[in-house]
């Protein structure tokens, strides 16, 4: 398996819509960031599958460490 990589070390706000599914890059390698582009294939390491639950603003980890992932827990000041 290979290593995260730290995209930015702060959250990334997204607006979002209820009941769409975002698929969150967790490996930190995708052009498309926060999403997932495909750049995983090979790291062992998948997207996560988010389902927001209310339109609106969520904030998306940057760092790829969070505990709470895909959302921001704060662990970007730990780094």
Request: charged letters at 30%.
């Amino acid at each position: 398996m290979t290593e995260r990589v730290i995209f930015q070390k702060k959250a990334m706000p997204v607006e979002v819509e209820e009941g769409k599914t975002y698929y969150w890059c967790a490996c930190g390698r995708s052009a498309k960031q926060p999403f997932c582009d495909g750049a995983h294939k090979g790291s062992g390491i998948e997207p996560v599958a988010y389902k927001a639950e209310a339109t609106g603003k969520a904030f998306f980890c940057g760092c790829k460490h969070s505990r709470k992932e895909p959302l921001c827990d704060g662990t970007h000041k730990e780094l």
